[in-house]
């Protein structure tokens, strides 16, 4: 990178400088990646670009390299133009199939980048990557009329993903943020190469979408009496409030998300957090019907859940997962499963006769023996229909003997041990642990942080110093899909203070998904994370500066 033509010989020095001719170890001389690839040889000299390259792309990177160009002429100027013979590229794209399907080789010369990879997943990494060895405004794609040419290190890099699960996690039954808002989430998703979207979209606090068989659960459910959640004396404030995505906004944020290489799973949570649904059906979803149900107000778990024992509610539940099938194309879909009272249970005749027909006393065996029954429907369907499902690890306290053995355990508390319980179950499980992953949380203890959970623990360096993983037996390493942060609503109203508490932690998350173990370094990730501070800004977001200097 060349601010200027005159400052050419300058630049040199200080790229020199900045990036050095060292191996892989020495810290302080690589460049600002993140995550950090696991493996990387710096080499002197640099790759210069033109006003015009051309770029030799194989038809397995055709879609990834259009989009990237596009972004780069944005950010730089530079055009990029395909060629079929090598001789005359300056960008070489190469299918390599004994890679895995996310991981890329890079290399940089000084006068060639070569990229190789087995799937489109690898390409789009791998130019993730060379985007960040830029100046932060190309990840950005914003101009900066200050650069004039542009350069790179000569760097060598062998990388894949540590998991195969990268995730966050966003709540938007509690507050409703908007298309545009969950497309910004994605991008900066993208950027650290994160690859599930785990969309949480119903809850107690409101319903998030359209389902064309039950149309209450958007007329009804997705709208409430306060735009606050109250909480202790805090009372609601009565202001009406809500919103939803049509399944044709749902579809383009699919789109948008899969053109980034990030699937969404969407979770609709049930039996337990569904008093929107409640209200909005409570003829047949209601554990009792007589009474008055309306779209809750207030922060914490209501204790009004489906009634798992009527056979409308379990076909309302069937209902919403076809349409669901239909929406989102991954192989996954969320349950929750989470924080479920059985109190109304107890009280409900048809509940107490279904818990004596399973042979239980135990009530949280209704709440397996619903999910038994959807389990048993997506069985029945078509194979390119069926979906595998998740579920939080509170389901562990029931007896999974009567689901499935290929669902999932989303482990958050208590999440070391119910990892571990759920992969000597024989069940596959991420690691999402409410301490410290839950981003949601306060990330300082300083009195102008936002209102939130927590008491700022949960800063920057106790979120990337978690060890995934650590001491599980050799046995059981199989089981684990990877690592998830997640970030829950009851607080947070605005999308400026959900960014603000999303970032930089995020990208700690990413990292440990990423990264091998052996190369992390706290340090050394504050030193790289400096540059951040440049992209938030250049695409309008607001980010915690706790660790910025």
Not at 74 to 89: C, L, M, P, R
Not at 313 to 338: M, N, R, S, T
């Amino acid at each position: 990178m060349k601010p200027m033509k005159g400052l050419k010989r300058w630049c040199v020095i200080l790229v020199a400088c900045m990036f050095g001719i060292a191996a892989y170890g020495a810290t302080p001389q690589q460049p600002s990646l993140i995550p950090l690839p696991k493996s990387l040889k710096m080499s002197e000299g640099e790759f210069t670009f033109g006003k015009k390259i051309n770029a030799m792309v194989t038809p397995q990177a055709a879609e990834v390299f259009e989009l990237f160009a596009k972004e780069f002429k944005t950010a730089t100027g530079v055009i990029i133009k395909q060629t079929q013979k090598s001789n005359k590229a300056q960008l070489e794209l190469h299918l390599s199939p004994s890679l895995a399907s996310e991981a890329y080789r890079l290399k940089v010369t000084s006068s060639k980048i070569e990229i190789y990879a087995a799937e489109p997943a690898g390409f789009y990494y791998a130019l993730q990557t060379l985007k960040q060895l830029l100046p932060r405004n190309v990840m950005a794609a914003v101009a900066d009329p200050s650069i004039s040419e542009w350069s790179i290190p000569c760097i060598e890099i062998e990388d894949e993903p540590r998991f195969g699960w990268r995730g966050f996690m966003l709540d938007e039954g509690r507050h409703f943020f908007g298309k545009e808002a969950v497309k910004r989430v994605i991008d900066v998703m993208a950027s650290y190469k994160m690859n599930r979207f785990h969309w949480h979209l119903s809850e107690d606090q409101g319903w998030r979408i359209e389902i064309k068989k039950y149309p209450k659960l958007t007329e009804v459910g997705a709208w409430r009496s306060s735009k606050g959640l109250g909480y202790g004396k805090v009372k609601p404030d009565n202001e009406r409030y809500g919103g939803f995505y049509t399944q044709e906004d749902i579809k383009e944020i699919v789109a948008y998300a899969k053109s980034r290489f990030i699937e969404i799973v969407p979770e609709i949570d049930i039996p337990g957090h569904s008093q929107a649904a409640v209200a909005s059906y409570p003829e047949f979803l209601a554990c009792d019907p007589q009474n008055p149900h309306e779209v809750w107000c207030w922060q914490g778990v209501s204790a009004d859940v489906i009634n798992v024992a009527n056979p409308k509610a379990v076909q309302f539940a069937k209902d919403v997962i076809d349409e669901l099938i239909e929406l989102f194309p991954y192989g996954y879909i969320h349950l929750g499963g989470d924080e479920c009272p059985v109190a109304k249970w107890k009280q409900n005749e048809d509940c107490k006769a279904q818990l004596a027909a399973i042979g239980s006393e135990n009530f949280r065996d209704l709440q397996i023996n619903f999910y038994r029954q959807l389990t048993d429907h997506i069985k029945q369907k078509p194979t390119e229909k069926q979906r595998k499902l998740i579920f939080w690890n509170e389901i562990l306290y029931g007896n999974t003997s009567m689901l499935p053995n290929d669902i999932t355990i989303m482990a958050w508390v208590g999440a070391n041990r119910a990892a571990v319980e759920a992969a000597k179950r024989g069940l596959t499980t991420i690691l999402s642990p409410q301490i410290p992953y839950y981003i949601n949380r306060k990330q300082s203890p300083l009195p102008t942080e936002p209102m939130s959970q927590g008491h700022g623990t949960e800063s920057v360096e106790a979120v990337y110093n978690y060890i995934p993983m650590q001491g599980v037996a050799e046995e059981l390493r199989s089981k684990y899909m990877g690592v998830q942060a997640n970030f829950w609503t009851e607080w947070v109203v605005e999308e400026s203070v959900l960014q603000y508490l999303m970032l930089p932690r995020l990208a700690a998350v990413a990292e440990a998904g990423w990264t091998p173990q052996q190369s992390r370094n706290y340090d050394d990730f504050v030193r790289r994370l400096q540059a951040e501070s440049k992209y938030y800004t250049l695409k309008g977001l607001n980010y915690g500066k706790h660790v910025m200097k």
